[in-house]
């Protein structure tokens, strides 16, 4: 990489964090509410695809186990009673694997709506600096890109951070009755849950930007600016 | 007035702004309301399956008839559930020799009585045996019965498949007390039995074990007075004579899915009773802890015929109306419930939360128009009653829309759940619950305005523009 694309880079990612750092009143109740939320959400998904998990399996084991005993093989019977003793432990799980589908939509509709509240509203808020931009001869690609990373930058730590706080509200809902520690193994497939996390948020970030940059490419700075009540 | 005129002007001023957040508001609470009336939709569900059952469960046996040869049984041990087919036999005199059995389920056990895992690999295993029912009152011979057919064929399936009896329905009178019965409406009929008649019952040696009142008729559904019979596997000419009696079907005696359950079927009661065995001593020689679903067939040749007949039948057909789907789903609408209670207390907070910071949000970002309505000469109070108005009107606006499209949502939810989506949504909502939303959220408005108005008006018009 040469100096200058390097100076550009700096220059890039200096705006960004200033931007944040800049807005940081407006930025920290906006984290606040998506810390909260994305605690929620990544909590229930985690719980929900960990109990769907774990209920499949075992599932697929009993089934298995079923296949390959007939009535008159010895060891039936045994094996009859260890699936009905098992059966015991999963039921919650059952219960839960019955239901995930309902809360993963709840939650993750919830964990949605707030993303693009978040950003929506903080676009709308800083049209009038968007129209600034664009008048001092800013391209409207460069706003675009860096409205994208800042937002992506700031949302992405905030929703780490919230996995962090899920993933050890998850660890200390394990230990009570109301969730079976037998799911305890299958909570690995967490990290696969924050990368879907932060890969919808990005798409979402994305769109509205997209959207928006439509908008603001058919709306002149002038406006833009005045339009800020 | 003028507080009240200057906030719908100010909102509609605001209206970007307002658009979004409503939105917002409006989604979020609509889920958390969708996701309150699942849960109580659910607990409902499961309290009118309960009642409805229990409603369609004619024949309950007397505690003295119920548990004889039972040592271990004392009074109040939990009965979970028990099942058993059988037949009648009406005498030339007009008394009856022996009659229907269906099944017992008490109340609190309810819940536990069906589950997916029986339902889905009809498996079953007993743990515990108490005693029998006195399921020897239907004596030792099936006479005059008719072949079920394929009905019968689909019923084996079925009781196979999801390990389960027949349900039967009061159709007139009133559920039997002591010293009481109900006897099939057809055999009434065909007797010329009448409400109020008493009938005589014998064990199977002809010893007279007393006398019953009847209470009532049922009605049962697939398993009729006439369908009792013998299935034969005419298909295979070496089997001609082997049969399966679904009158005694043993593949009743396995709905061992819980603890403490009582089972019995017509052999088991037979020699219980008849010998005066102990429950022990029975299963020793019966060999009772085994598959006894497989016990009646002589050998695995049968088995296999038995399967595959059963197989061939179209797995996909509707074979129990929308009622017996309360049966199966009770005890999964029960957890289900539960997860869904949960997740809307979960939700509550959250809903609390961005509620809070919703009108944060909103009003900090009008900080510098509250800092020139404070330089203009406003009071604090009106400037905190003019923030406090706007908001309430807006959120209101909102909470009512959500709260009247919680149901939408609800709707759109179960129909994304396989096993609630063919199951009538019936949870009407409560007016009580909706009031208590809407305070809650105007409550939890109020107190977010006045927080983040009190700590902006706290610094001079020139600290919160600067």
Wanted: hydrophobic content about 45%; some cysteine; glycine content about 6%.
């Amino acid at each position: 990489m040469n100096s200058k694309k390097f100076n550009k880079v700096c220059f890039f990612l200096t705006n960004i964090l200033g931007g944040i750092f800049r807005h940081r009143q407006r930025y920290l109740f906006m984290g606040i509410l998506i810390f909260v939320v994305s605690v929620a959400v990544i909590s229930s998904l985690i719980i929900s695809l960990s109990a769907k998990e774990c209920y499949d399996e075992w599932e697929k084991n009993a089934s298995d186990k079923l296949n390959e005993y007939t009535v008159y093989d010895s060891g039936y019977e045994e094996m009859l009673i260890q699936i009905n003793t098992e059966k015991e432990d999963y039921k919650k799980i059952e219960s839960l694997y019955h239901s995930g589908n309902i809360i993963i939509l709840s939650f993750g509709s919830i964990g949605i709506v707030t993303l693009f509240f978040v950003v929506k509203m903080t676009i709308n808020e800083r049209i009038r600096e968007i129209g600034i931009l664009y008048s001092i001869g800013m391209s409207m690609k460069y706003i675009f890109m860096t409205l994208l990373w800042e937002f992506t930058v700031f949302i992405s730590c905030v929703i780490f951070t919230g996995f962090i706080t899920a993933i050890f509200s998850v660890k200390i809902l394990l230990r009570t009755d109301f969730i079976p520690d037998v799911i305890n193994k299958y909570t690995a497939s967490s990290a696969g849950v924050l990368a879907g996390v932060i890969a919808v948020t990005f798409v979402l970030i994305l769109v509205i930007l997209l959207m928006l940059q439509y908008k603001f490419a058919v709306t002149s700075p002038v406006r833009m600016i005045g339009d800020r009540k | 007035m003028y507080l009240f005129l200057n906030a719908m002007k100010n909102i509609y001023r605001h209206k970007r702004r307002y658009q979004i957040s409503g939105i917002f508001l409006f989604i979020v609470l609509s889920v958390f309301v969708g996701t309150v009336y699942i849960s109580l939709y659910l607990y409902e569900h499961a309290d009118r399956a309960q009642n409805n059952y229990l409603s369609q469960i004619t024949l309950k046996f007397r505690e003295d008839l119920q548990w004889h040869g039972n040592e271990n049984y004392t009074e109040g041990m939990p009965l979970v559930g028990a099942a058993d087919g059988s037949t009648h036999r009406f005498n030339d005199d007009g008394t009856m020799s022996n009659y229907n059995i269906a099944l017992h389920v008490k109340k609190d056990y309810f819940y536990r009585f069906k589950n997916d895992l029986i339902e889905k690999f009809s498996l079953a295993y007993y743990e515990e045996v108490y005693g029998f029912f006195a399921d020897n009152l239907t004596a030792k011979s099936f006479p005059g019965v008719l072949y079920g057919g394929e009905l019968d064929k689909l019923t084996m399936y079925y009781c196979e498949r999801y390990n389960i009896m027949f349900r039967f329905r009061l159709c007139d009178g009133v559920m039997y007390e002591k010293g009481e019965c109900l006897i099939h409406y057809l055999a009434a009929k065909e007797h010329g039995y009448s409400k109020g008649d008493m009938i005589k019952y014998f064990d199977d040696t002809g010893k007279p074990l007393g006398s019953l009142k009847i209470s009532g008729f049922f009605a049962s559904e697939k398993y009729d007075y006439e369908s009792n019979g013998y299935i034969e596997y005419t298909d295979n000419p070496e089997r001609e004579n082997s049969s399966f009696m679904l009158g005694s079907n043993p593949f009743f005696i396995q709905d061992c899915s819980f603890r403490n359950l009582i089972i019995t079927d017509f052999d088991t009661a037979y020699y219980a009773y008849g010998n005066d065995e102990s429950n022990e001593e029975f299963i020793q020689r019966h060999e009772f802890n085994k598959y006894i679903a497989w016990y009646t067939l002589n050998s695995p040749d049968n088995l296999k015929v038995f399967r595959e007949t059963v197989n061939n039948i179209d797995d996909t057909h509707d074979f129990y109306p929308t009622e017996h789907l309360y049966h199966l789903n009770a005890d999964n609408a029960v957890g289900f419930g539960e997860n869904m209670a949960a997740a809307a207390i979960v939700l509550f907070i959250l809903l609390v939360f961005i509620i809070f910071m919703l009108n944060i949000i909103i009003t900090n970002e009008r900080k510098y128009e509250i800092g020139i309505l404070y330089s203009l000469g406003w009071s604090k109070k009106a400037v905190r009653q003019n923030f406090l108005y706007e908001n309430l009107i807006f959120v209101s606006g909102f909470t009512l829309l959500s709260l009247l499209s919680g149901k939408i949502i609800m709707n759109i939810m179960i129909s994304q759940n396989k096993y609630f989506r063919r199951l009538e949504i019936i949870y009407i909502p409560n007016l009580r619950f909706l009031i208590v939303i809407f305070g809650i959220v105007l409550s939890v408005t109020t107190l977010a305005v006045l927080a983040v108005t009190k700590l902006i008006i706290k610094r001079t018009p020139a600290e919160i523009w600067s």
